[in-house]
């Protein structure tokens, strides 16, 4: 595999001279470009902070450093004013502007600590390097990442295992598995031995990549090595299984983590919890539950949040507020999550003026609300075609401060569009973009469909220009939508010539083999069995029964599951056709594979709503 960039540098032997930038500035230049704080407060604070790193108490003289930059004059940079106090404060000032490089990474000031490093004339210690590059990470300032370590490395510092952690750490949100494996590999290759939170850490990337098979080999490789996997590490692997419905193997997690002399916390009960509602196992969910209190385990929010949500999820409301109920009698306070998974529960149980009289009032009580909250109500509301309420409600959302993001755009587009209403739909795009708010597949999704049912494929298929132009890929439903747009059109050969082209194909050859020999960049994968069976309605109505055969026997070979109407349309084609034959075959393959045949009328589904054949009844 070949070494990224960054990872090549490490390897490298070559080192820089030493920009400009990096020289200290005297005392009084530093003093005069920014004045350090002029009280005396100030003053004692800088003498305070040398003496303590003099003294090697670093703890210590990260708390004076940090209320030395809280003491800057609020026009002044803080990080430069605390570095000129400092510098005029000791003629060997390096030992203290190292630790005020940690102070202020550790206060989230990325830019000053950076401003800071690169004033310094030597390359700081290596917890001061550690610490600018672990803020960078939490900053999800990658590429400064990379490149302040290739820095390092070109002034002389030697990485440590902390250093690699971060770095596998920068992986990790960056989701690149592949350079993980490589700086592992580059740690490896320096002598230097991963420790707990080497193997926790890659252990979680992993699993967040759905890499769940190389995360349990590692796991096992850890413990052979003599390391004991800490709770972070097992609720890394648990919450992936679960997430899966593999809970019985999140189970044998826990059974091993009890066996290794851990006590479970808070949130490996949370993880165990979500699963068994996530397969409906509520006794398993609820024993569990009880079970913290053998543990000495104290309930928590999240806990709570996962039984409210269970509850829900299960069907059982009442329940759901009975949870609710205990937790706030235990003093726990809701937080944002708390009320969203409420109010999306009775949106989701069709009590949406409940679940709109508990967001009024949590909000009246000052409970912290997010997006997600008001998100759910604007979603149940388009869903039911009540664009006022829709809209009423994103108002009061801007009123109180949470500012509508994509998803909310994104309802209220897809709300209207299903409406017919598409000025408005493309109003609220227009006034997404303007706010900065990036739409995302399922935005273009909505629009295309609205533009595509209003008869308009030329605005469809702009949109989808505009999406692919930006990045963002077309997924099923995209690609559905547009197919069913061309055959409302009576384009169906334009149809059959998408669905190839993001089958592999560039013209109709042998539809059957359709998914071999891609000869396209498109991603193949696309094209489903809604795809598939809007095309195959499409040549039905257009009286291309034959052709409409072929697409389902392409289904069919690919593992596809047709749905009744389908199969319908498809058994009526045959007879239509005299192969009477051909149309008992149909019948029995969905009987086998376990399609229940339709005794009355067939209703076309919403994506395919134009009208159906006359007459076109199943035959049973």
Known sequence: ????????????????????????????????????????????????????????????????????????????????????????????????????????????????????????????????????????????????????????????????????????NACRHEGTVAKAWEVWNQMMARR????????????????????????????????????????????????????????????????????????????????????????????????????????????????????????????????????????????????????????????????VQVAARFLESMQLSGFNLNAAAYNALIDEYCKDGNLAEALATCTKMSEVGIEPNVVTYTSLIDGHSKKGKMEIAMAIYTEMIAKGVEPNVLTYTALIHGHAKDGDINAAFRLQKEMVEKGISPNSITVSVLVDGLCRENRVQDAVTLVLKYSGQKKNGDIPFCFSNPTTEENHSIPNSVTYMTLIYGLYLNGQYHEAGKFFSCMRESGMVPDSFTYSLLIRGQCMLGYVLNAMMLYADMVKIGVKPMRYATVCPEIWSMDSPNGLKTQT
């Open 192 to 351: 230097i031995d991963p420790n707990v939170v080497t193997y926790s850490t890659m252990i979680c990337a992993l699993c967040e990549e759905g890499c769940i098979g190389e995360a349990e080999q590692l796991f096992f490789a850890m413990k052979e090595t003599g390391m004991q996997p800490n709770h972070y590490t097992h609720n890394a692997l648990m919450s992936s299984h679960c997430k899966i419905d593999g809970v019985n193997r999140a189970l044998a997690l826990y059974q091993g983590l009890l066996k290794s002399g851990l006590v479970p916390n808070a949130v490996i009960f949370t993880t165990l919890i979500d699963g068994f509602f996530q397969v409906n196992r509520i006794s398993d969910a609820k024993n569990t539950f009880l079970d913290m209190h053998r543990y000495g385990v104290a309930p928590t929010v999240p806990v709570y949040n996962s039984l409210i949500d269970g509850a829900f999820r299960s069907g059982d409301a009442q329940e759901a507020l009975t949870v609710y109920q205990d937790m706030t009698r235990l003093g726990l306070r809701p937080d944002e999550f708390t009320c969203s998974i409420i109010i999306r529960g009775f949106c989701d149980g069709g009590q």
């Open 1 to 168: 595999m070949p070494l990224s960039p960054p990872l090549r540098l490490l390897l490298s032997s070559r080192r820089r001279p030493l920009a400009p930038h990096h020289r200290l500035l005297s005392a009084s230049s530093g003093a005069a470009a920014t004045p350090a704080p002029s009280s005396d407060r100030a003053a004692h604070l800088a003498f305070a902070v040398h003496g303590s790193a003099a003294a090697k108490n670093f703890p210590h003289a990260i708390r004076l450093t940090k209320s030395l930059v809280q003491a800057s004059s609020p026009s002044a940079r803080p990080g430069a004013a605390a570095f000129a106090a400092l510098a005029s404060t000791s003629s060997c000032p390096g030992p203290a502007l190292g630790v005020l490089v940690i102070a202020l990474s550790q206060m989230a000031l990325h830019d000053e600590a950076l401003s800071v490093f690169h004033r310094l004339p030597m390359l700081p210690a290596l917890p001061v390097c550690n610490a600018i590059l672990d803020v960078l990470v939490k900053a999800h300032k990658f590429d400064r990442v990379w490149k302040l370590f290739d820095e390092m490395l070109s002034r002389g510092m030697a990485p440590s295992v902390v250093t690699y952690n971060t770095l596998i």
